[in-house]
């Protein structure tokens, strides 16, 4: 057969363009494409609602890929192993309750988990604003190419509609500072502000996380380590039981909310 290249943009540009244009009214919208993002979108899907994550980098994954000070092996505990199991993620326990996974085996498989579920990953575009409507209710996200703000250049964005948001956008919480710039100190915190993640303690952190994924305004949920960076709890470095489950843990209360309990 003889390749011709028109065609093979045409399949590309095509296909995209059909696929974003799907992606402006969803159910669900995600920023970021952490562990935390894909698991919640994973879940999400899965149960048929439609989801979309918008990822600013080239590749997915957040933090996990490059595992510990770039060793890139991930650990995870028992609750943790268990999600890992279900994703078909190989793991070894190192020592009793401390289980070991190839951090690019996690990232690509959760990955691929999460696509074949149903759930649609944009990568290269970065979410810089939010829509709110209906009495100060998130009701959408805005984009713009990753590339744009890198270049500098002045391009205005666009938009898209979904019924909840989820901030997994890690350690800079940037949906969660969008909406206190925007509209002032009104998250369902203490303060109504941003607590701001506190020093590493593993322990600590990874038993707070599940309490800490919440609805943190109406019609958004924190998750990943954005929700301990929200509520003032410490990070945990490169152990992921936490995000797996915060994630699992957004999906639920998503679902919740979408089915009005
Ligand atoms: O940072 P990240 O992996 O968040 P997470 O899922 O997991 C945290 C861990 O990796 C690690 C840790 C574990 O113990 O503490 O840090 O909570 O993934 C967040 C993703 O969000 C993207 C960012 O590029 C990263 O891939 N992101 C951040 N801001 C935006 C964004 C934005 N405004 N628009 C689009 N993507």
Known sequence: MELDDITISRAITESFL?????????????????????????????????????????????????????????????????????????????????????????????????????????????????MIREEDRITGLVLNWSATTMAGLHVDPLTIRSKMVIDATGHASEVCHIVVNKIGANLRTETGGIAGEKPMWANVAESLIMDNTREVYPGLIVAGMAANAVYGAPRMGPIFGGMLLSGKRAAELVLDILSGK
């Open 18 to 130: 059909k696929d974003f244009s799907d992606a402006m009214e969803v159910d669900v919208a995600i920023v970021g494409a952490g562990p935390a993002g894909m698991t919640a979108a994973y879940y999400l899907a899965e149960e048929g609602i439609k989801t979309v994550i918008f990822e600013r980098q080239l590749k997915v994954g957040g933090g996990m890929p490059g595992g510990g000070m770039m060793f890139n092996r991930i650990v995870v505990q028992e609750e943790g192993k268990k999600l890992l199991d279900k994703f078909g993620v190989a793991t070894k326990e190192y020592q009793k309750g401390y289980y070991l996974a190839d951090s690019l085996e996690a990232t690509s498989t959760i990955c691929s988990n999460t696509i074949k579920a149903g759930a649609r990953i944009f990568n290269l575009i970065s979410v810089e604003d939010v």
